[in-house]
C-alpha cells in the first residue's frame, strides 16, 4: 500500500479482555517495528520483525504482549488480559531493509481500558 | 541502554528560527534521527545525521556533534504548519530507535 495501515485506529475494552491490533507495512518493506506512545510522552520499542522472524522482543513489557508476522508482512500484536495502564498509542513502523534509519509510520491504535 | 534529553516545550512567531537541542547517552550508536509528529499523526522522519556535521533539508536543517553527544534540529522561516513534536531518536544498533519524550514547537501569528 501506500502508506503503513494500522487497524482499529480506536478500541476501547475493558479489563481483563485480549485485543488485537493490525499492521499493513508498505510493501516491500522487510522490516517492521512496534513502539508504544504514552501522552505526551517518547515512543516506547516494544519488538522488531526482520521477515517473519522476531530478533529482538526486549521491549515487550510482559508476557501478556506477543505479536507475530506473516507473509513478511502483515503483523499482529497481541494483548492479553489487558490492564488499565496498557492505555496508550501503539504505533507500527516499517523500513526497508537496508535503510532501517529511516522509518516510516502509521496513524497508530489508540487503546483504551476500562 | 539509551538516554536523551530535549527540552519540552518551545513557542516562537511566524518567520522565527527554532533550534530544538538533544543529548544524548547511549551504548551504541549509528546515528541520531530527527521525527515530526502532528497531533494525533504519525511520526513522520526529518532527518538522520551519521556523520558529525549540519544536514539541510529545505527549512530544516539537524547538527550532530559525535564527540559531545549532542545534536539539534533547527526550524527557520517558522509556519504555523510547524506546529507539533518533534523528537530526537538515537540508532543505537542500526535498527532500533529510543526516542527522547519530545519537543513540544507551537508557532503563533
Known amino acids: 500500500g501506500a502508506g503503513v495501515s494500522q487497524s482499529p485506529s480506536n478500541k476501547v475494552t475493558e479489563k481483563g479482555k485480549d485485543v488485537e491490533l493490525r499492521c499493513d507495512p508498505i510493501?516491500?518493506?522487510?522490516?517492521l517495528y512496534w513502539y508504544r506512545q504514552s501522552l505526551g510522552q517518547g515512543l516506547e520499542f516494544l519488538i522488531y520483525?526482520?521477515?517473519?522472524?522476531?530478533?529482538?522482543k526486549s521491549g515487550l513489557p510482559s508476557d501478556r504482549f506477543s505479536a507475530e508476522r506473516t507473509g513478511g508482512s502483515v503483523s499482529t500484536l497481541t494483548i492479553q488480559r489487558t490492564q488499565q495502564e496498557d492505555s496508550a498509542v501503539y504505533l507500527c513502523?516499517?523500513?526497508?531493509?537496508?535503510?532501517?534509519?529511516?522509518?516510516?509510520f502509521g496513524a497508530g491504535t489508540r487503546l483504551s481500558v476500562l | 541502554g539509551q538516554s536523551l534529553e530535549q527540552p519540552s516545550e518551545v513557542t516562537a512567531v511566524e518567520g522565527a528560527i527554532v533550534q530544538i537541542n538533544c543529548t544524548y547517552q547511549?551504548?551504541?550508536?549509528?546515528?541520531l534521527s530527527w521525527y515530526q509528529q502532528h497531533d494525533g499523526g504519525a511520526p513522520t522522519f526529518l532527518s538522520y545525521n551519521a556523520l558529525d556535521g549540519l544536514e539541510e533539508t529545505g527549512r530544516f536543517s539537524s547538527f550532530l556533534s559525535r564527540s559531545d553527544s549532542y545534536g539539534y534540529l533547527l526550524l527557520q522561516e517558522l509556519q504555523m504548519k510547524d506546529s507539533a513534536s518533534y523528537f530526537c531518536?538515537?540508532?543505537?544498533?542500526?535498527?532500533?530507535?529510543?526516542f527522547g519524550a519530545g519537543t513540544t514547537v507551537t508557532v503563533r501569528a
Open positions: 520483525f526482520q521477515g517473519n522472524s522476531a530478533p529482538d
Open positions: 547511549t551504548s551504541g550508536f549509528y546515528g
Open positions: 510493501s516491500g518493506h522487510t522490516a
Open positions: 513502523a516499517s523500513s526497508k531493509g537496508e535503510a532501517k534509519n529511516i522509518q516510516y
Open positions: 531518536a538515537v540508532d543505537a544498533n542500526d535498527y532500533k530507535l529510543s
